[in-house]
Nanobody, 121 residues
């Protein structure tokens, strides 16, 4: 069983930046970030493969968010720039032992507890 722990959320003004980190207790392959705004379903934000070479982003965050990982530390990072009020959500780290690049939350085996990101206008 892999445990995921997120950190780095907080309150920021529109146009600002935040850096989210997710520490895994063991080896994982594909890792991703999802987010869930109040009253909405959890949605895909970004995904990265085991080697870190392949990344994919939701259209809503493309060009503003960057996902990266450090396998020596079993961590994945989401750098969020040019934040908008509509980015306000609880952000979740997810991981799977599979190798495919996946956008569906149903494909992930492990989840963190979530970290709140609030962007004020």
């Amino acid at each position: 069983q892999v445990q995921l722990v997120e950190s780095g959320g907080g309150l920021v003004q529109a146009g600002g930046s935040l850096r989210l980190s997710c520490a895994a207790s063991g080896r994982t392959n594909t890792m991703a970030w999802f987010r869930q705004a109040p009253g909405k379903e959890r949605e895909f934000a970004a995904v990265i493969n085991r080697s870190g070479v392949i990344t994919t982003y939701a259209d809503s965050v493309k060009g503003r968010f960057t996902i990266s990982r450090d396998n020596t530390k079993n961590t994945v990072v989401l750098q969020m720039n040019s934040l908008k009020p509509e980015d306000t959500a609880v952000y979740y780290c997810a991981a799977t032992l599979g190798l495919a690049i996946l956008r569906s939350r149903n494909e992930y085996d492990y989840w963190g507890q979530g970290t709140q990101v609030t962007v004020s206008s």
